[in-house]
C-alpha cells in the first residue's frame, strides 16, 4: 500500500480485525463507523494489497501438546552467503522454528523453537542444528514463563 495511504477507518478495521478475523461485515460496520458495503470495499482493498496478509486460528500452543519453548542463538559456521541460504533453507524446513530472526552482534540468528518436552528439544538441537553444516554453535535458553504473546501490530486509529 505505499502508493495509497490508509486513513483512520482502514486502521480501525485493521485493528478490529487483528483482535478478531472473523468479524462480518456487518459486524465490523457497528464497531467502526462505517456502512457494511463500505467496509467489504476497504476490506476487499486491504487484502488485495496484501496489507491484509491472511487469517489464520490462533492453537493453544500448551493444549496442542508443545509445553516447551526456548529461545536459542544461533552462530554460523561461515559468513557466506551460501552459509546463509542453507541455514535460511534448514530453518523453512523445521516446522518446530515458529520464528527466526538475523541478528547484528556476537549471534547470528535468534529463534524461537517450540518442542513437547526436553527430550525432543535435546534432539532437535542435536540432530537438527548442530548437525547441519552451516550451524557452528548454539546457546539455548528455556522460556520458563510468557509474559506477553501477541502478533497485534500497535495500530492507532486517527
Known amino acids: 500500500m505505499a502508493d495509497e495511504a490508509i486513513d483512520g477507518f482502514d486502521r480501525k478495521i485493521l ?4 483482535h478478531n478475523g472473523r468479524l462480518t461485515n456487518n459486524e465490523l460496520a457497528e464497531q467502526i463507523g462505517l456502512s457494511p458495503s463500505q467496509c467489504s470495499r476497504r ?3 486491504l487484502e488485495q494489497t496484501g496489507l491484509i496478509a491472511g487469517y489464520h486460528a490462533r492453537i493453544d500452543r500448551e493444549r496442542a501438546g508443545f509445553a516447551l519453548v526456548s529461545i536459542i542463538s544461533v552462530t554460523l559456521a561461515t559468513h557466506t ?3 546463509a541460504d542453507r541455514f535460511a533453507r534448514l530453518v523453512q524446513a523445521s516446522p518446530n522454528i515458529l520464528e527466526a530472526h538475523a541478528l547484528t552482534g556476537e549471534m ?3 529463534i524461537k523453537v517450540v518442542t513437547e518436552d526436553l527430550h525432543t528439544l535435546s534432539d532437535f538441537i542435536s540432530r537438527t542444528l548442530l548437525a547441519h553444516e552451516a550451524v557452528q554453535n548454539v546457546k539455548t535458553a528455556i522460556v520458563l514463563n510468557t509474559v506477553k504473546d501477541t502478533a497485534a501490530l500497535p495500530l492507532q486509529s486517527g
Not at 485493528?15 to 487483528?18: E, H, K
Open 43 to 45: 476490506r476487499t482493498r
Open 108 to 110: 547470528d540468528y535468534s
Open 81 to 83: 552467503e551460501g552459509n
Open 15 to 18: 485493528a478490529a480485525l487483528q
